[in-house]
């Protein structure tokens, strides 16, 4: 398994709560950001990862192995383009490998493939199987006007952030980005009325929104930070561990006192 390693500046993580509530519901979504993880220690040009990237309760998209226009997502996630497919070329909606790519979690440039959305397009992302999302990170990169973030469920906006609301709370610029921000956002459900099932990706007017490494939770009701604690078999693994190096110490303890 790969090794989970925050950003050395993840200290600076900030959180804040912009949410609009859904209908008839006294909950709201929770947004938070921060500068992101890696998903190995020594690899940092894959743009910036949920630090659930490695939980087997979590499932990303990363689109690193994307060779055609026959994406459409996964056995647990369906991805639709508001235009029917996408492109290949650069300037309109597609999967790319380019400069603009979300840059890493201390503005590494991404030389991995990542999503944009072009010009009044936008991509629905929906849970299949009847499931619902409590919980939704991406990595989000060169942010600028039109950028729309929206989340729904069975049609319904539960909530939904413009540019100017993801752009004030990000601190990481991008290498050769001309100042604009990347991060981490993450989304969670603070209550069952707020589980969404669907996650809408819109670029309003020109321009571009781009993103990378999407982190899904599948799972109804209020997202716990209960769901994201490590595998038993790890937990038991580090503490084994642990137990050998202290075991190795006093024996050298003793050798040494001969």
């Known amino acids: 398994m790969s090794i989970k390693k925050l950003a050395c500046c993840a200290a600076l993580s900030v959180s804040a709560i912009a949410a609009i509530a859904s209908a008839g519901s006294a909950q709201a979504i929770s947004l938070s950001y921060d500068t992101g993880a890696y998903r190995t220690s020594n690899v940092t040009n894959e743009g910036a990862f949920s630090e659930n990237v490695n939980n087997k309760n979590f499932v990303t998209i990363d689109f690193n192995n994307v060779n055609d226009k026959t994406f459409k997502g996964n056995d647990l996630v369906d991805y639709t383009f508001s235009k029917g497919s996408y492109s290949t070329s650069a300037g309109s909606t597609g999967i790319f490998n380019d400069q603009w790519a979300p840059a ?9 493939k990542y999503l944009a959305v072009f010009d009044n397009n936008f991509v629905s992302i929906k849970a299949k199987n009847g499931g619902v999302f409590n919980y939704f990170g991406l990595d989000a990169g060169a942010l600028s006007t039109g950028n729309t973030f929206e989340l729904l469920k069975g049609g319904v906006t539960v909530a939904k952030w413009d540019f100017q609301q993801l752009n004030d709370i990000a601190t990481v610029v991008g290498i050769n980005m001309s100042n604009q921000k990347n991060g981490f956002f993450e989304f969670f459900s603070d209550g069952k009325g707020d589980n969404f099932d669907e996650i809408r990706l819109s670029q309003v007017g020109g321009g571009g929104f781009e993103s990378d490494n999407h982190t899904f939770h599948i799972g109804s009701g209020k997202f ?17 561990v642990s137990g050998m190096f202290l075991y190795q110490r006093r024996r050298q303890k003793l050798q040494n006192a001969k």
Do not use: C, D, R
Not at 104 to 112: D, K
Not at 224 to 240: D, I, N, Y
């Open 104 to 112: 890493g979690a201390s503005g590494e440039v991404n030389q991995s």
């Open 224 to 240: 716990e930070k209960s769901q994201a604690t490590p595998e038993p078999s790890v937990t038991l693994g580090m503490l084994a």
